[in-house]
């Protein structure tokens, strides 16, 4: 392994395929993801083109013991530890600008400490735009990891 290497020390898990979300209220649950061997967790989200100038969507970072019992994280699990969900998620805007309030990405770091993470996004429009989320799990137990 090349001590620089950061291919062989991450694996990629999608929580929520990448989808439209094109109703009112609707919410997108996201695949419960075992961190077994992993340290490091990060919630990479994803919004495409979006239309709507008061389109919001809401991010909510999920962990558990088991699958069955997940609950909200606490904000000290998170990093940043104040706002991680809410800068996570999308904000009205007047207008939309690429980059910035549509076709962007944003991140959560997660350092609890429980072995199941998954996340939820729940937009508050009926107009269509594409959301999608994923795990990076790093600092392995053991690397280099499959890809």
Known sequence: MRQYDLHDNIVQKITI????VGTTGTGRTGKVIDRSGYQGVELLVEYGSVTATNATATVTLLEGDVTGTMTSVADASM?????????AGLAVA?????GVSKNVAHKIG???L?????????????????????????DPNSAPVAS
């Open 110 to 112: 997660y350092i609890g």
């Open 114 to 138: 429980k072995r199941y993470v998954s996340a939820n996004i729940k937009s508050t429009v009926s107009a269509g735009f594409l959301i999608g989320a994923k795990f990076l799990l790093g």
């Open 79 to 87: 990093i940043p530890n104040a706002n991680a969900e809410s800068l």
């Open 17 to 20: 395929p990448l989808q439209t």
């Open 94 to 98: 007047a207008t939309r600008t690429s």
